[in-house]
């Protein structure tokens, strides 16, 4: 089976004004598509055709250093899922901050929501060049990170709890070169805890080994 383009979870102007519908359509419709499309073409007649996502990832990561073709390879399956993971990370009317057992952490870690909202963005904005803004579990404690291109966390040891796309065609239909007023918009009205929620009491469990693929 080919791997599929998921379903958004929203409308396309459902993140209007903050991310605008020409942004969203764009954004899934052409360049997500582009990345699920290219993949499946690369793997196709390869022993990692019919794999999931994350097991491609992950066996593309570790032939990169001496097969240039795993190099595109992962680079579209990478995109392919942090792409799904990006828009798990948003929701209509989102932004609020973390609740519960997550907020504690949060303010354990960056000593308050704002010391993680005001990191976050910088952290975000500051990154050179295309890229993810990541917030993520890693050995127990929560941390900020940014990847380039493709790059993604679940080959690193980590556990993504949200993302933020800093690549242009993210932002640049509303917000031309401004990306510091893309991600802090992003972050006060977008964010979903909910979903960020879930995925560090699933990954606090035990038994849990590594971070669940959006569905
Ligand atoms: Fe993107």
Do not use: C
């Not at 004004?17 to 499946?40: E, K, M, Q, W």
């Amino acid at each position: 089976m080919p791997i599929v383009l998921p379903k958004l979870p929203y409308d396309y102007d459902a993140l209007a004004p903050i991310v605008s519908g020409a942004t969203l359509r764009f954004h899934y419709d052409r360049h997500h598509r582009a990345y699920i499309d290219a993949l499946n073409a690369l793997v196709r007649h390869t022993d990692l055709a019919d794999r999931t996502l994350d097991v491609i990832i992950h066996r593309a990561a570790g032939r990169r250093a001496n097969d240039p073709a795993a190099v595109a390879i992962f680079n579209n399956a990478a995109q392919a899922w942090n792409h799904a993971f990006y828009w798990q990370s948003l929701r209509p009317k989102g932004g609020g901050g973390p609740r519960g057992v997550l907020a504690a952490r949060i303010e354990a870690d960056f000593g308050s929501e704002r010391g993680f909202a005001d990191a976050f963005t910088a952290a975000a904005t500051s990154h050179f060049g295309s890229g993810w803004a990541w917030l993520v579990l890693e050995r127990g404690a929560l941390r900020i990170v940014t990847t380039s291109n493709a790059g993604t966390p679940i080959v690193n040891g980590q556990t993504p709890l949200l993302v933020v796309d800093v690549w242009e065609h993210a932002y640049y239909l509303d917000y031309q070169q401004r990306r510091a007023d893309y991600v802090a918009n992003v972050v006060d009205n977008l964010l979903n805890w909910d979903f960020a929620a879930q995925t560090f009491a699933r990954a606090s469990e035990p038994s849990v080994q590594s971070a669940a693929l959006p569905a």
